[in-house]
């Protein structure tokens, strides 16, 4: 499929705020997800946004969407050392069973 | 979390083998994934199901197969194994299609081919 594309490697320092950044490609995708996944483990939900909202917030979790432009953000306030790992960024695909499209994933680093 | 498991968890095997990967779910969802994730790819859907003996292709399908004769079970099988089939591989569920069905990740299954 068409390519969700994501910046490879953020680093922060603990206390200070982490945005990681997603483009889509699916205009119709109705919902897009952020999972995360920790080393060798497999992938957790952590949050998710209709099409139709610009913002949704979930304790420290914010999500932006720009319909527009196609782009997806997910900042995570108070960042923490234990949110260190790698957070994807992905859009179902109608044609494929609402399959998800993923992008490559964004390392996190968290440093005291 | 959703109950998901996934057998084996950890498989070395060689060129030319076949290999069958369990998925087994206690959630009833119609829907169930197969997707392998490698460096630099992400996470590639290979094939999927939307019920019992309901399955189709995905984009990297190339040398598997799939099999769903109950809807607890979605087993992929790798019809004669090479080592570009090394990789993790994660079953997913969903308890419906559209993009309102967020799907749960089992815990993968790292395999090897040597």
């Known amino acids: 499929g068409e390519d969700v594309e994501q910046s490879l490697f953020l680093s922060v320092r603990e206390g200070d705020s982490s945005v990681i950044n997603c483009t889509y490609t699916?205009?119709?995708?109705?919902?897009l997800y952020w999972y995360k996944q920790e080393p060798g483990a497999g992938l957790q939900l952590l949050t998710y946004i209709f099409s139709n909202m610009d913002m949704k917030q979930d304790q420290r979790l914010t999500v932006l969407l720009n319909k527009k432009d196609k782009h997806l953000s997910l900042r995570i306030a108070d960042t923490q050392t234990g949110d260190s790992a790698i957070y994807f960024c992905?859009?179902?695909?109608?044609?494929?069973?609402?399959?998800?499209?993923f992008g490559k994933g964004t390392s996190l680093l968290v440093t005291p | 979390d959703a109950g998901i498991t996934q057998s084996p968890r950890h498989k070395v095997t060689e060129t030319g083998t076949p290999v069958t990967l369990r998925c087994h779910q206690t959630?009833?969802?119609?829907?169930m994934y197969w997707y392998r994730q490698d460096p630099g790819h992400g996470l590639r859907l290979i094939h999927y199901?939307?019920?019992?003996?309901?399955?189709d292709k995905g984009e990297v399908s190339d040398g598997y197969s799939v099999s769903r004769s109950k809807t607890e079970d979605f087993l992929l099988t790798l019809e004669s194994a090479t080592s570009s089939q090394t990789s993790v591989y994660f079953c997913a569920i969903s308890e419906q299609g559209g993009s309102g069905g967020t799907q749960y990740f089992g815990p993968g299954t790292r395999l090897l081919v040597l």
């Open positions: 199901s939307y019920g019992v003996k309901d399955t």
């Open positions: 699916d205009s119709s995708s109705t919902y």
């Open positions: 959630e009833n969802h119609r829907y």
């Open positions: 992905a859009e179902s695909i109608e044609d494929s069973g609402y399959a998800l499209n």
